[in-house]
């Protein structure tokens, strides 16, 4: 199997972002007071039942993490989960059930709905596009254009909703483009070829403390001839920018010819109505980063019983 970035999972980074998301998200409703209107209108001691309802049809992605949400915001509420994270729903279900203090739940339903409808909103956006290429080897994949501090949670989504995680951050593996190349010769006068930056990237992998000689080694290109240089140095991936479909087809071609181990990624103004052509050119990826920068928000709601 190709290797391929971490996929983001239910793990305690997620978690831990999430608490401090949530913890920030309750602060913007109460300000560190309390919800006067509830307080002020609804008698201490009132239990109740509220149920998340979906209004439309979705992937679900957030429903699973309810419980952390409720942890996070430190209310006894009792969650119970009727649709799991990554499955499908139909409107008028009941993805998950809520019990506690009516007040606490009064409390804390928007921030959960926000949560929640946010995550099946990438979910469901996500399963369009993947759907768009079902029965084609070419996979999908999410990119860095996520929403500050939301990107594991947004990950995440993506994954629920059937797609592929690119690597996490900065931090985690090696994405050569064009401005990282200027910059070299900017100050060294030494203009690096693609398969001159491969090597370089690796050697600097080879002697780094604490940085895995493994690490995952990816480099743009926005030509025929650079995707020819790029292939003598092996790199894991090589991202072909920008490249209409007749260009990638051409890739695909030289990659073959060269070097069938290297992985091709396509990149650059993807949406639906252009994926499938594009995947159709036997590329192994597609980033989109349109599936967490364009996604909307799903419409969820709260039924209430008393």
Known sequence: MRRDYTTQTRDEKLKDDLIQLARLAIREDLDRGFDITTVSIVPPGLTAEA??????????AGIDLIPWIVEALNCPIEVQIDCHDGSSFQPRQTLAVL???ARDVLTCERTILNFVGRLCGIATWTRKHVDCIAGLATRL?????????????????VNCGGGHN????????ILIKDNHLACHHR??????NPAQAVQQARQFLATQPGV?????????????????????????????????????????QLRN????????????????????????????????????HSAVNLDLGLDWVF
């Open 51 to 60: 149920s998340i309802i979906a209004r439309v049809a979705g992937v679900a």
């Open 212 to 252: 895995s000689a493994d690490t995952m080694v990816e480099i743009e290109v926005d030509s025929l001839e650079q995707l020819a240089e790029a292939l003598k140095a092996d790199p894991d991936i090589v991202l072909l920018d920008n490249m209409g479909v007749e260009k990638l087809r051409a890739a695909v």
């Open 99 to 101: 019990r506690g203090q």
């Open 141 to 157: 994949y999410d990119t860095r254009k996520t929403t500050p501090g939301w990107r594991r949670l947004e990950k995440y989504a």
């Open 166 to 173: 690119h690597r996490s951050g900065l931090y985690d593996a």
């Open 187 to 192: 100050v060294t006068g030494q203009l690096l």
């Open 257 to 292: 010819e060269r070097n069938p181990s290297v992985q091709l990624e396509a990149s650059g103004g993807v949406n639906l109505s252009t994926l499938r052509g594009i995947a159709e050119t036997g590329v192994d990826r597609v980033s989109v980063g349109a599936l967490t």
